[in-house]
């Protein structure tokens, strides 16, 4: 820190330094000031600060630029200092050095600008993320606006063009170097807070490398800028340049592909900056998907690339140098842990999007085919599934074709079709409507001319060869413990499988999804209505990028096929139960019943009599060898809901696999999560008709086979029947109010009917 020490006094009275030398002695003071600490504000309630603080922190990791470990535990310090007065003045030592910039707000409204100690060092072809200071006398609780005349236009991302608002002129181009931005998004609020002290975001991006200037101003609403041009700091950047890497990407058998990049620099930041990525790269990843020979620009210095291709993968680890103007080529092989393909099992996720959520919807109305075949290959996904639905559904229909989309490969399908969901009938559960032939409902031109409740629409998909089920089933389905079965009654008041209970009755619903709600909250209305003898099947699914926008793929399910991958066949695999659902990190292959594969010959297994069935699997997983406290300390209902991590047994590397009979677990046996795929076996007693099936809780379940007895059907618990039947007035009591007038005498029938069918089953049960 400079240190200038100016006896005022003497320019006054003109003793030692002459009055003329008072422009000298102001620009000395100046000087100092700017190279001391910024101003501190003592007066603040600590606790929406700390509040504030922990969403600034928060906001800074989801850019990818956050703050040092070290900061951020004397940040957790200072919020927990018993003094606010001293616990304001840590904040601000930590937050401080972040800050390019310091505004101050005047009792009277009037914003003034000065420049902070952070380096000013931006990136060419790049964003860097600072911090401001905003210290609010007024308290004033309007949105702080930056701006610059150094600043590019603001295009248009669908067409291109410049705002019409703004016309640039070629004698311009030179000046107009740089994009700005203040991040007001979540976990951030987009007005100023109006307390004494908080901090915001400023994202910056250069166009250009070498030493550039810009005027950068803020403001709280028109006539706030403080007068004397003070509302403006004139800040003179070094812009590194940045180097093309070529990446070379080879797949296990040394052949090229597409995986999955995280750059960190050595002080954490994310390359390339997740400031305002456009598609295909998401703002809401710290990874970008890169084919093998593309290239990537960053700055010099040194990097770690971590790299991967899905659960399947191993993710591996290696340290670059990038050296400023030497062009280089980095190459990474990936490596499997399993490759369940070469057993003939194909991985799917059955509910992707490409608009809505965390893409953004305008001006471009989300992401393109290209842009989420992209992620697809880059999460090895064999099959995925684009559906369509209200946020931009009349944009997103157009790439509705009724077959596979042509950017598909021969290992990696991609196909659009539909999720019945901001539709009239979505209070009643959101649907997945998959290989439909036609996309618009029968007598439809929008979407508030779609039915009101599910039945109509599932048996309308079913009727064109579609195969139908519920999204993310656990919503509404909701209860307060994990085991399995449960009698809790939820309260059927979500967009999950809620009218499932009734639809499976009248054999409209071929699925219900998993792996991405609660395991508990899906499984249970499904372990019911099997224990009535119905035999709906389950498929694995992220719903990305709304209940998991970290990759697609997180939530799969793995169909058995007999020849190449093809997806007809895959998608009649989903609707037999010639499949298991996963997180990607265990797989329950070829699981049979007394030799009979799942999914085959209608899974049906038939003994003349009681007697011991003999259930045998594949079975793989995959752990690390450091389990992960911050997994295992979280509750069922916390997300990650599905992980194998949450299966592993205390700190070992082993999890169970659980033989399961009508809901209940009646064997087990530990296995090694090492990745290598080894036979499992149970000798399981069957004393009347029941399903059987295996699972690793909460990684990975498989469908069920059924096994009866003297051709009975399945009658496996009278509390199962009596679940069920009073879940259907339960379901009713919340949807009746929401189906339209004409729709409701139909709809009142079908519940009517499903009332029946529970009866009479309760009334040829036996057991408990």
Request: glycine share 8%; hydrophobic share 35%.
């Given at each position: 820190?400079?240190?200038?020490?100016?006896?005022?006094?003497?320019?006054?009275?003109?003793?030692?330094?002459?009055?003329?030398?008072?422009?000298?002695?102001?620009?000395?003071?100046?000087?100092?000031?700017?190279?001391?600490?910024?101003?501190?504000?003592?007066k603040?309630?600590?606790q929406?600060?700390?509040?504030?603080?922990?969403?600034?922190?928060?906001?800074?990791?989801?850019?990818g630029?956050p703050?040092?470990?070290?900061?951020?535990?004397?940040?957790?310090?200072?919020?927990?200092e018993?003094?606010?007065?001293?616990?304001?003045?840590?904040?601000?030592?930590?937050?401080?050095?972040?800050c390019?910039?310091?505004?101050?707000?005047?009792?009277?409204?009037?914003?003034?600008?000065?420049?902070?100690?952070?380096?000013?060092?931006?990136?060419?072809?790049?964003?860097?993320?600072?911090?401001?200071?905003?210290?609010?006398?007024?308290?004033?609780?309007?949105?702080?606006?930056?701006?610059?005349?150094?600043?590019?236009?603001?295009?248009?991302?669908?067409t291109?063009?410049?705002?019409?608002?703004?016309?640039?002129?070629?004698?311009?181009?030179?000046?107009?170097?740089?994009?700005?931005?203040?991040?007001?998004?979540?976990?951030?609020?987009?007005?100023?807070?109006?307390?004494?002290?908080?901090?915001?975001?400023?994202?910056l991006?250069?166009?250009?490398?070498?030493?550039?200037?810009?005027?950068?101003?803020?403001n709280?609403?028109?006539g706030?800028?403080?007068?004397?041009?003070?509302?403006?700091?004139?800040?003179?950047?070094?812009?590194?340049?940045?180097?093309?890497?070529?990446l070379r990407?080879?797949?296990?058998?040394?052949k090229?592909?597409?995986?999955?990049?995280?750059?960190?620099?050595?002080?954490?930041?994310?390359?390339?900056?997740?400031?305002?990525?456009?598609?295909?790269?998401?703002?809401?990843h710290?990874?970008v998907?890169?084919?093998?020979?593309?290239?990537?620009?960053?700055?010099g210095?040194?990097?770690?690339?971590?790299?991967?291709?899905?659960?399947?993968?191993?993710?591996?680890?290696?340290?670059?140098?990038?050296?400023?103007?030497?062009?280089?080529t980095?190459?990474?092989?990936?490596?499997?842990?399993?490759?369940?393909?070469?057993?003939?099992?194909?991985?799917?996720?059955?509910?992707i999007?490409?608009?809505?959520c965390?893409?953004?919807?305008?001006?471009?109305?989300?992401?393109?085919?290209?842009?989420?075949?992209?992620?697809?290959?880059?999460?090895?996904?064999?099959?995925?599934?684009?559906?369509?639905?209200?946020?931009?559904?009349?944009?997103?229909?157009?790439?509705?074709?009724?077959?596979?989309?042509?950017?598909?490969?021969?290992?990696?399908?991609?196909?659009?079709?539909?999720?019945?969901?901001?539709?009239?009938?979505?209070?009643?559960?959101h649907?997945?409507?998959?290989?439909?032939?036609?996309?618009?409902?029968?007598?439809?031109?929008?979407?508030?001319?779609?039915?009101?409740?599910d039945?109509?629409?599932?048996?309308?998909?079913?009727?064109?060869?579609?195969?139908?089920?519920?999204?993310?089933?656990?919503?509404?389905?909701?209860?307060?413990?994990d085991?399995?079965?449960?009698?809790?009654?939820?309260?059927?008041?979500?967009?999950?499988?809620?009218?499932?209970v009734?639809?499976?009755?009248?054999?409209?619903?071929?699925?219900?999804?998993t792996?991405d709600?609660?395991?508990?909250?899906?499984?249970?209305?499904?372990?019911?209505?099997?224990?009535?003898?119905?035999?709906?099947?389950?498929s694995?699914?992220?719903?990305?990028?709304?209940?998991?926008?970290e990759?697609?793929?997180?939530?799969?399910?793995?169909?058995?096929?007999?020849?190449?991958?093809?997806?007809?066949a895959w998608?009649?695999?989903?609707?037999?139960?010639?499949?298991?659902?996963?997180?990607?990190?265990?797989?329950?292959?070829?699981?049979?019943?007394?030799?009979?594969?799942?999914?085959?010959?209608?899974s049906e297994?038939?003994?003349?009599?009681?007697?011991?069935?003999?259930?045998?699997a594949?079975?793989?997983?995959?752990?690390?060898?450091?389990?992960?406290?911050?997994?295992?300390?979280k509750?069922?209902?916390?997300?990650?809901?599905?992980?194998i991590e949450r299966?592993?047994l205390?700190?070992?590397?082993?999890?169970?696999?659980?033989?399961?009979?009508?809901g209940?677990?009646?064997a087990?046996?530990?296995?090694?999560?090492?990745?290598?795929?080894?036979?499992?076996?149970?000798?399981?007693?069957i004393?009347?008709?029941?399903?059987?099936?295996?699972?690793?809780?909460?990684?990975?379940?498989?469908?069920?086979?059924?096994?009866?007895?003297?051709n009975?059907?399945?009658?496996?618990?009278r509390q199962s029947?009596?679940?069920?039947?009073?879940?259907?007035?339960?379901?009713?009591s919340?949807?009746?109010p929401?189906?339209?007038?004409?729709?409701?005498p139909?709809?009142?029938?079908?519940?009517?009917?499903?009332?029946?069918?529970?009866?009479?089953?309760l009334?040829?049960s036996?057991?408990?």
């Amino acid at each position: 820190m400079m240190d200038i020490k100016i006896d005022l006094r003497t320019s006054i009275t003109g003793k030692g330094i002459q009055w003329g030398s008072l422009p000298v002695i102001w620009l000395l003071w100046c000087a100092a000031l700017s190279a001391q600490e910024l101003p501190k504000v003592k007066k603040v309630e600590l606790q929406p600060l700390a509040a504030e603080v922990k969403r600034l922190v928060e906001a800074m990791d989801y850019l990818g630029v956050p703050l040092r470990s070290t900061d951020k535990q004397s940040l957790e310090r200072a919020t927990g200092e018993p003094d606010s007065g001293r616990a304001a003045v840590e904040i601000q030592d930590v937050l401080d050095k972040y800050c390019l910039l310091d505004v101050h707000i005047n009792p009277e409204s009037r914003v003034k600008v000065a420049q902070g100690p952070a380096k000013a060092e931006l990136l060419e072809l790049g964003w860097r993320s600072f911090l401001v200071k905003v210290r609010n006398e007024a308290g004033v609780t309007a949105q702080l606006k930056a701006e610059s005349p150094n600043a590019m236009p603001v295009y248009t991302r669908s067409t291109g063009n410049p705002s019409p608002k703004e016309t640039v002129k070629p004698s311009d181009v030179p000046n107009r170097w740089l994009d700005i931005l203040m991040f007001n998004t979540s976990p951030l609020k987009p007005q100023l807070s109006g307390l004494e002290l908080e901090y915001r975001i400023i994202q910056l991006y250069s166009r250009d490398a070498g030493k550039r200037e810009a005027k950068i101003s803020f403001n709280v609403g028109q006539g706030t800028q403080d007068i004397g041009f003070r509302n403006d700091a004139d800040i003179l950047f070094t812009c590194r340049p940045s180097t093309e890497v070529t990446l070379r990407i080879l797949d296990e058998t040394g052949k090229p592909t597409t995986g999955s990049f995280i750059i960190r620099d050595s002080h954490d930041h994310v390359y390339p900056s997740q400031a305002k990525r456009l598609a295909p790269d998401f703002a809401f990843h710290p990874q970008v998907y890169r084919s093998d020979g593309e290239k990537i620009k960053l700055p010099g210095g040194d990097y770690m690339i971590e790299f991967s291709r899905g659960p399947e993968y191993l993710v591996k680890n290696q340290a670059i140098k990038v050296v400023e103007g030497k062009p280089q080529t980095f190459t990474c092989r990936l490596e499997r842990w399993i490759d369940p393909a070469k057993y003939g099992w194909y991985s799917g996720d059955h509910h992707i999007h490409a608009a809505g959520c965390l893409h953004y919807e305008n001006p471009t109305q989300g992401v393109f085919p290209q842009d989420m075949m992209r992620h697809i290959l880059g999460e090895a996904l064999n099959v995925g599934c684009v559906l369509t639905w209200g946020p931009c559904y009349y944009f997103q229909k157009q790439f509705f074709e009724a077959r596979v989309n042509k950017l598909s490969t021969a290992d990696n399908l991609m196909r659009y079709d539909l999720e019945v969901s901001g539709f009239p009938s979505s209070h009643a559960g959101h649907l997945v409507l998959l290989r439909l032939k036609d996309q618009d409902y029968p007598g439809t031109k929008k979407i508030e001319d779609w039915p009101s409740w599910d039945l109509p629409i599932l048996k309308w998909g079913k009727a064109q060869g579609a195969v139908v089920g519920f999204a993310h089933s656990g919503w509404g389905l909701d209860g307060k413990t994990d085991k399995l079965p449960n009698y809790e009654m939820p309260p059927f008041d979500g967009i999950g499988a809620n009218e499932y209970v009734v639809d499976i009755v009248h054999d409209a619903v071929d699925f219900i999804s998993t792996v991405d709600t609660p395991f508990s909250w899906e499984l249970n209305i499904w372990y019911h209505t099997l224990n009535c003898g119905f035999r709906g099947r389950i498929s694995g699914e992220t719903d990305f990028p709304c209940i998991y926008g970290e990759r697609v793929g997180l939530g799969r399910v793995y169909v058995q096929l007999d020849g190449k991958l093809d997806y007809e066949a895959w998608v009649n695999g989903v609707r037999d139960g010639r499949s298991f659902v996963s997180d990607g990190k265990s797989h329950l292959m070829d699981f049979r019943v007394n030799g009979l594969l799942t999914g085959t010959r209608g899974s049906e297994v038939k003994l003349d009599k009681p007697g011991t069935v003999r259930v045998t699997a594949k079975v793989a997983a995959w752990l690390d060898e450091q389990a992960n406290q911050t997994l295992h300390g979280k509750s069922y209902d916390q997300k990650p809901y599905w992980d194998i991590e949450r299966a592993r047994l205390e700190t070992s590397r082993q999890v169970p696999v659980e033989a399961v009979v009508n809901g209940k677990s009646v064997a087990k046996k530990s296995i090694l999560a090492d990745g290598k795929a080894q036979e499992v076996a149970f000798d399981v007693p069957i004393e009347r008709s029941s399903w059987v099936a295996l699972r690793i809780l909460p990684s990975s379940h498989t469908n069920p086979i059924f096994v009866t007895v003297n051709n009975k059907p399945i009658r496996a618990s009278r509390q199962s029947a009596e679940w069920c039947l009073k879940a259907v007035d339960q379901c009713w009591s919340q949807k009746d109010p929401k189906i339209s007038a004409k729709e409701l005498p139909e709809a009142e029938k079908a519940y009517e009917r499903a009332r029946q069918a529970y009866r009479q089953i309760l009334a040829e049960s036996e057991a408990n």
